[in-house]
């Protein structure tokens, strides 16, 4: 996919993957982000900016005062890594027993810092300003929550967020009105029955049939009560309980995750969980509790902002620039989004060395092609340019 990248991002190409190697091998968890705030807070310092520091916890923000009346416009990275055992062989794999750059945060970070240092150097052609948000805890704790509490949307008037994708190519830029990631919820099921000797099944109540019942019932939900051309998906990803091979279970746990783009969907979903686990309860005589958590808010791109987003795109990657691939994935950048216009694209970061789509994000051994990282800054500094910089009217 051919590419034009900003000239002045090209320039220091080396020193923005040296940024992101850097992070990748110190990752911190979420609301753990020191070292790599004091990282950033140290480069936007030295860019001249105006630096805020502890924001929502451990994050950072820099101000870039332009030379007018303008708007102001944010970008946004998240910097938090995630609890896994990385399993990769390169130069820069994590010393951090336990802890990775599973996702891709740690080039979200280097290419807003890369784009933080050309808009610095430009700042007198700026007719507005830029606020640069650096995010912890994304990866399920809503570290935009505590941002926005920390004022960190205070005088902006757009945001605009990205995120690696190693679902598209290098060149690839995914982009779209209205709903681009879904509602993220989850849930515990716990089922009680009545334990007893696995030779001597009558009289008790197996919880581990009773959950097997159940798992099975729940998927009826996308299969038979979701319209086949909207989206939804229903996960178990934990079940827990039983003692040994030849006692039956009294208590089963199960957890998992609801996803859907739309709240009358997601609404459905909640009602016929409840529906389904009470009849399932009945049925076999069960106790069954259960537990629903509305986790991140779908998010929905501005119109308005999303086609602002879709021309500076197309000036890096021309034709490129086009619908996602899309995920049932969840993101806290929907909460800047309730709030003011905002647009969460996807930057294509396919490695060109492996089989399309064979690192898949949260994955031990997950990394993309390095070159989507100039992409990235490249159009953070072109959606810049193109609403308070040269191309302003």
């Not at 991002?9 to 923005?16: L, P, Q, R, T």
């Not at 390169?90 to 951090?96: L, P, Q, R």
């Given at each position: 996919m051919s590419t034009q990248n900003r000239p002045e991002v090209e320039a220091i190409k080396d020193e923005i993957i040296a940024t992101r190697r850097d992070i990748h091998k110190h990752p911190e968890l979420g609301f753990q982000e020191t070292r790599t705030a004091a990282l950033v807070s140290d480069r936007l310092q030295s860019l001249g900016m105006d630096v805020k520091t502890g924001v929502g916890?451990?994050?950072?923000?820099?101000?870039?005062?332009?030379?007018?009346?303008g708007p102001t416009i944010a970008l946004r990275a998240d910097m938090d890594g995630l609890p896994i055992q990385e399993?990769?062989?390169?130069?820069?794999?994590s010393v951090n027993d336990n802890v990775m750059h599973a996702c891709g945060h740690d080039g979200h970070v280097a290419m807003l810092l890369g784009a933080a240092k050309v808009l610095a150097g430009k700042k007198d052609e700026l007719s507005g300003n830029v606020r640069f948000i650096f995010q912890p805890a994304e990866e399920g704790e809503g570290g935009a929550r505590y941002m926005i509490e920390?004022?960190?949307?205070?005088?902006?008037?757009?945001?605009?967020g990205i995120h690696l994708w190693t679902y598209q190519k290098t060149g690839e830029i995914g982009i779209k009105?209205?709903?681009?990631?879904?509602?993220?919820?989850?849930?515990?099921?716990?089922?009680?029955?009545?334990?007893?000797?696995?030779?001597?099944?009558?009289?008790?109540?197996?919880?581990?049939?009773?959950?097997?019942?159940?798992?099975?019932?729940?998927?009826?939900?996308?299969?038979?009560?979701?319209?086949?051309?909207?989206?939804?998906?229903?996960?178990?990803?934990?079940?827990?309980?039983?003692?040994?091979?030849?006692v039956i279970a009294d208590e089963i746990v199960l957890q998992g995750t609801a996803r859907a783009y739309e709240e009358d969907i997601r609404a459905m979903i909640k009602q016929r969980m409840a529906e389904i686990i009470d009849g399932i309860g009945q049925t076999f005589g069960a106790t069954i509790e259960f537990d629903y958590e509305d986790g991140y808010p779908a998010t929905v791109n501005d119109e308005n902002a999303y086609e602002k987003?879709?021309?500076?795109?197309?000036?890096?990657?021309?034709?490129?620039?086009?619908?996602?691939?899309?995920?049932?994935?969840?993101?806290?950048?929907?909460?800047?989004?309730?709030?003011?216009?905002g647009c969460f694209f996807?930057?294509?970061?396919?490695?060109?060395?492996?089989?399309?789509?064979?690192?898949?994000?949260?994955?031990s051994h997950f990394d993309f092609d390095e070159d989507a990282l100039l992409v990235g800054s490249s159009v953070f500094v072109q959606i810049v340019d193109d609403l308070i910089g040269e191309n302003f009217q």
């Amino acid at each position: 996919m051919s590419t034009q990248n900003r000239p002045e991002v090209e320039a220091i190409k080396d020193e923005i993957i040296a940024t992101r190697r850097d992070i990748h091998k110190h990752p911190e968890l979420g609301f753990q982000e020191t070292r790599t705030a004091a990282l950033v807070s140290d480069r936007l310092q030295s860019l001249g900016m105006d630096v805020k520091t502890g924001v929502g916890k451990t994050g950072v923000i820099g101000d870039l005062k332009g030379n007018g009346s303008g708007p102001t416009i944010a970008l946004r990275a998240d910097m938090d890594g995630l609890p896994i055992q990385e399993t990769g062989d390169k130069e820069y794999i994590s010393v951090n027993d336990n802890v990775m750059h599973a996702c891709g945060h740690d080039g979200h970070v280097a290419m807003l810092l890369g784009a933080a240092k050309v808009l610095a150097g430009k700042k007198d052609e700026l007719s507005g300003n830029v606020r640069f948000i650096f995010q912890p805890a994304e990866e399920g704790e809503g570290g935009a929550r505590y941002m926005i509490e920390d004022g960190c949307l205070e005088g902006v008037d757009e945001i605009y967020g990205i995120h690696l994708w190693t679902y598209q190519k290098t060149g690839e830029i995914g982009i779209k009105a209205g709903p681009i990631l879904a509602y993220a919820d989850r849930f515990t099921i716990t089922i009680r029955g009545t334990g007893g000797h696995g030779a001597a099944p009558h009289g008790s109540v197996d919880a581990v049939i009773v959950a097997s019942h159940l798992v099975t019932a729940l998927q009826t939900i996308v299969s038979r009560n979701t319209d086949p051309l909207e989206s939804s998906v229903v996960s178990i990803g934990k079940i827990n309980g039983g003692y040994n091979f030849n006692v039956i279970a009294d208590e089963i746990v199960l957890q998992g995750t609801a996803r859907a783009y739309e709240e009358d969907i997601r609404a459905m979903i909640k009602q016929r969980m409840a529906e389904i686990i009470d009849g399932i309860g009945q049925t076999f005589g069960a106790t069954i509790e259960f537990d629903y958590e509305d986790g991140y808010p779908a998010t929905v791109n501005d119109e308005n902002a999303y086609e602002k987003m879709l021309a500076s795109a197309k000036k890096i990657v021309g034709e490129g620039a086009d619908y996602p691939y899309l995920s049932m994935g969840g993101e806290d950048f929907s909460y800047y989004a309730q709030k003011i216009p905002g647009c969460f694209f996807f930057v294509g970061a396919a490695p060109t060395n492996q089989p399309f789509r064979s690192v898949p994000h949260h994955s031990s051994h997950f990394d993309f092609d390095e070159d989507a990282l100039l992409v990235g800054s490249s159009v953070f500094v072109q959606i810049v340019d193109d609403l308070i910089g040269e191309n302003f009217q």
